[in-house]
Each structure stands twice: as C-alpha cells, then as structure tokens.
C-alpha cells in the first residue's frame, strides 16, 4: 500500500497505526536526557525491532523515529548538525521494516522546543524552515505520508503543515493535542481548530496524546458527524504513575481495544497509540477492529469561513478605565445568593458604594454550584445601590444561542462591563445531574461579544446596532510558567479584551511579577486579593480549587484561626499586600470571602490611602 492507495484505503476500512516509539525505547534502556531520535544513528536495530514488533502486532501504518529529529530540538543535545541525517536513517529504519508488508510509513513531525514555538523568540519564516529541512529530509528518506503531531498550538501545526505542502506532494496527516476538552493552553478549541484543518486541506485530521482515549472520543465525536473528511485518533496510554522510579502507563489493553471500536463507531478511520502503548495494546486494538465497522461520512466539502464584517468602531462612554492613572480604581466581588434572601447583599453594594468601589463583580454560580442569577443580581446592584456592576459570563451555562441572547439582553438592560471566563468544571456527576456546555471557551467568548460590538453576531449577520460592552478576563497568577498565561492573555487582546482581573494571589514576589507584566503589556490589570475567613477557609482553597496557591508561611500564619480573630488576620494579610500593589499600580480586585463585605470595603479604604500617600510622596519629591 504506497501513498496514493492510502487515502482511498481510509475511507472503506479502519487502519491500525502503531503505538509510541518513545516508551519503548525507554523500557529498553534508552535515557530521558538522549536523544530517542538520535537512536537511529547509534542503535537502529533496536528501532528497526521496536518497528517490527508493532508491524506483527497488526500496525498496518507505522511512523517514523524523528518526532524531535528537526534541527531546533536537536540542538538541546548538540546534535543541530545531524538533523537530516538523523530524518533520513529514521525513514529508512521504516521502510525496511515495511518491506515485504502491507504498511505505510508516515515521516513524524513533532512541533519545535517550547521556547522557540513562544512568539517573539523565532520567525515565522524561521520556523517553517526548520520545518521545511526535516520534511525533505524524510521525503528523500522515501517516506509514504508525512504525519505532523502532538501540536498544542495550532499557529504553530499551520506553519509546519504550510512548510509541508510547499516542499512535496505527500499526503499530510495533522493531530492536534488537547489538554482538556474545552481546547489547548494557547485556547484553541477542539472543533473549530479540527474544521480549520480540515478548511486548510489536510488530508487526515486528527488528534493524539492528551490526557487519554476518553478525551479524543468525546472530541471526535462532536467533530466527526459534521465532515467527511478522513480522521485519524492517536491515544495515550492514559496518564504515567511513577512507580519504582520509572514512569509506567497502566491503562489495560482491552480497555484500549474498546475505546479503539467506539472511535471507529464514530467515524474515526486511522487508529493507533501514542505515550504508553504497547505492542500488546496494538495487536489488541487490531484485533478488535477487524470485527468493527467504521461508521461511513459522505464526502463533503468544508463549511465556508465566516468572514466577519467590521461594522463600525465601537465608541466607548468615559468609565472605570479611563481613570487618570494614580487614581485608585478598585473592583470588589460579591456573589449572588444561593437562593432568593439577596437583600444582604445589596446592603454589601451600598457600604462598597460608599466606600468608594468603582466596580462590583457579580460571578455566575462559581464553583459549579448554583446561585440566584448574576444578571439580575447586577441589574439589583444597579437599580438599588448606584453601582457600576461587572458581570460574569461562563461558557459552562449556556450553549452558543444562550450565550449571545443573554449577553444582548444584559447590555439592553443597561449592563456594560462583563467577564469572559471558561467557568469551573462541573463535578463528576454534577448537581442535580448538570453537565457544563462549553460549545466556545473564554477565548470564543470573547470574539463574540467583540463582534457584538461591530453589530453583528458569531454568524456574521447584523443585530441592528452594536453592543458598547467593555471585556474583561481572567489571568492565571499563580501558574508555575507564566508566560504560558501572558500569551493566553496576548490573545485576549488581539481578540478584543479591555482589560483584565487575576486569580488571587498571596506571594508578594510573584504579586511583583505580575505586576510587571501589566506594565509590559500596557494593559489594564486588576491584581486579585482574597482576604481569608479562618485556617480552614484557605486550607480548602489551597488544596481544593484549581489555581489557587498559597504559600507556606501563609497558611502558617492562619493555622488554628477562625471566627473573628481568623477574618482580622486575613485582613491583615491582605493589607501587607495591598502594600506592594499600591507601589506599582492604581488597581487592585478584591474578592470577599462569604460576602463578609465589612472586610472588603476596609481594605479598600486601605488601598486608597496607601495609594494616596505614594501619590503625595511622588509629588514631593
């Protein structure tokens, strides 16, 4: 089966692919600090037997040993040099493998180091040559297909697969990673980055890695009844244990073999193995499949882009932003009630009010629980305690319809400021049996309302007159890696965000950081500060709610606290952070904790004296 059977063999029959390369070169001695791809130079007996072994096992399409074989990720190991060399023995590996069978070889292509894939650090044109030299590398090796994998940002898989088409006529497999089921880290979404491939031209879209077979059966499962387009799903293993020093995949091969018919049962043509599997885990799969039918998709075209008409600029009424800079500027959190008693807290809104709050945040039923609705909650806030409020928008509540309704119908009932968040995931389970909807993340989100801002809606088609909603987001500041976050952020704002609150965050040094890279990105960014209510408050946020870290000494100040003398000492806290925010910026985002809000308009008033002090200092001097 050469290269040009292989498209019209996908579309009758489900092709076994192989597993991972990578674990079996480790179980067979092969360190974590070599180069796997240099193998093919040092040892390819041991590659050209781990080739033939998945070739036995029933793999009828086998990839190549040069997932890292490009001169950028070589280079971490001094070996920049070898690339080609290093491409074209991994591609002859495989072919000699193949001989005599009937097996495709597919030329792997991984994406560049972390570094270089960052914006800024290479390119463009730079890294499509880089990708450029290993295509031709493993096209002169005579490789069958190219199969480009394991990206996790899709600008990155484009300028690969642009590098692809222009340097052969092969046919091209492309697999997205995904993290979640909501889309990658850069957030791209699952569908929508599928159909783009698809739009592209790949010949084979597909996915792998990830977080295991559940993941891509769900995400091929919303994307495989709307294309016809042949599909390719690569699974890990499930996720490593660390056992006895090494890291093992325990997931069972008839657990693999089952997910493997259920992908086929959706449409999915290519199946094989990524981290972890086996060749056990192939001959599994292999046999499984030869008693299942591939559900059958027509061929059809893909759907046209949507190109978005830019209607008018929107013009925005002088508001919170707009304060001269050294003027504080301070958002408080109130969450609705959980049920109808939310007089409570429109007394909270009046003493915020008079405290001098420019902003109240009203969030949509966080932590997946259920809460009075935030935008009537907001429209209360409005009408009854002359507040400006800032509502929260989830992509977990509503599906797209929903979303767009609801957010035109908040801007008509006189709201302007809203938070684009993704949302906390439902519970395994749920409260009383909810699922979370998720058709956009944050990052769709925002493209919407920005369009609803030009006067049209995510189709493109007019909504009469523009919305004039200013856009907030969340950043993530207390993820290990923040660059991670600015670049998510970066996104944001080329998508239309105005602005942008963070998690809470109890270390001064990384409150500096923080800090600094509003700076950088000359970006209105509302640091959060979250006063505690006892020990056992902000142990439960420590260790129960994703993104939230608390240092140790932290915690250790609050240990054994709770009552009054617990609230007065996370106030205390709060106040020795709101020192070092007061010393870089006017705005600071204060979440309250239980609707104690007594708390939340003290400090406050703290920051606007620690502000107006620094103010007075830098005028006298």
């Not at 070599?34 to 390819?44: C, G, K, T």
């Amino acid at each position: 089966m050469r290269s040009v059977e292989f498209l019209d063999v996908l579309r009758d029959r489900a092709l076994v692919g192989d597993g991972a390369m990578g674990t079996q070169l480790y179980a067979a001695g092969v360190p974590l600090a070599q180069s796997f791809d240099s193998i093919n130079l040092v040892r390819p007996e041991l590659v050209l037997d781990i080739h033939q072994r998945y070739i036995a096992a029933g793999a009828r399409v086998i990839e190549t040993n040069t997932f890292g074989a490009n001169s950028d990720f070589l280079s971490r190991f001094g070996l920049e040099s070898r690339a080609n060399e290093i491409s074209e023995a991994g591609a002859r590996l495989a072919l000699e493998a193949a001989a005599g069978h009937d097996v495709v070889v597919a030329g792997a292509i991984g994406p560049l180091t972390r570094q270089s894939s960052r914006p800024g650090s290479l390119s463009d044109d730079e890294r499509r040559q880089i990708f450029h030299e290993q295509v031709v590398a493993l096209a002169n090796g005579g490789v069958d297909v190219l199969m480009l994998e394991t990206f996790t940002d899709f600008y990155n898989l484009r300028l690969a697969y642009e590098a692809a088409r222009k340097a052969c006529d092969l046919p091209i497999i492309a697999q997205m990673a995904f993290v979640e089921r909501t889309g990658t880290l850069a957030g791209d979404e699952p569908t929508a980055t599928l159909t783009e491939l698809w739009r592209m031209g790949v010949d084979v879209v597909g996915v792998n890695c990830g977080r295991g077979p559940k993941l891509i059966h769900e995400i091929m499962s919303e994307f495989a009844p709307h294309t016809g387009v042949p599909l390719s799903a690569f699974c890990n293993a499930g996720s490593p244990d660390l056992v006895d020093g090494r890291y093992m995949y325990l997931q069972q091969p008839g657990y693999m073999a089952e997910m493997a018919a259920r992908l086929a049962e959706t449409g999915v043509n290519l199946i094989g193995g990524c981290c972890g599997t086996t060749p056990e885990m192939i001959a599994r799969i292999a046999e499984r499949l030869k008693i299942t039918t591939v559900r059958r998709r027509m061929p059809i075209d893909p759907p046209p882009f949507v190109e978005v008409v830019e209607g008018e600029a929107p013009v925005f009424p002088p508001g919170l932003l707009d304060k001269p800079d050294g003027d504080p500027s301070v958002v408080v959190e109130l969450d609705p009630p959980r049920g109808l008693a939310y007089e409570r807290i429109l007394d909270g809104a009046r003493m915020l009010g008079a405290a001098g709050v420019d902003m109240v945040s009203v969030a949509e039923n966080p932590l997946a629980s259920p809460r009075m609705g935030n935008v009537a909650m907001a429209l209360l806030m409005k009408e009854h305690a002359d507040v400006e409020p800032l509502v929260h928008f989830t992509c977990r509540d509503r599906n797209l319809i929903g979303l767009q309704s609801d957010i035109m119908g908040a801007y008509a009932l006189g709201l302007r400021y809203i938070l684009c968040v993704t949302g906390d995931p439902v519970p395994f389970g749920g409260e009383f049996g909810a699922k979370g909807v998720y058709d956009v993340t944050s990052f769709g989100l925002v493209k919407m309302v920005s369009a609803l801002n030009r006067a049209i809606n995510v189709a493109g088609a007019s909504i009469q007159k523009p919305t004039r909603l200013r856009v907030g987001v969340a950043f993530g500041a207390n993820i290990k890696h923040l660059h991670v976050q600015v670049t998510r952020l970066r996104k944001k704002m080329d998508l239309g965000a105005h602005f942008s609150l963070t998690q809470p965050c109890w270390d001064p040094e990384r409150l500096r950081e923080v800090l600094a890279i509003a700076d950088d990105l000359e970006f209105p960014m509302y640091v959060g500060i979250m006063p505690f209510a006892s020990e056992r408050n902000c142990e439960f946020l420590h260790n129960e709610v994703p993104g939230m870290v608390v240092p140790d000494d932290v915690r250790a100040r609050m240990r054994g606290l709770s009552g009054k003398e617990g609230r007065e000492r996370g106030a205390k806290i709060c106040e020795e952070l709101l020192d070092v925010v007061a010393e870089h910026s006017s705005r600071v985002y204060i979440i309250t904790p239980f609707n104690h809000y007594e708390t939340s308009a003290r400090l406050t008033e703290y920051f606007q004296a620690r502000l107006r002090a620094r103010v007075r200092s830098q005028a006298g001097r």
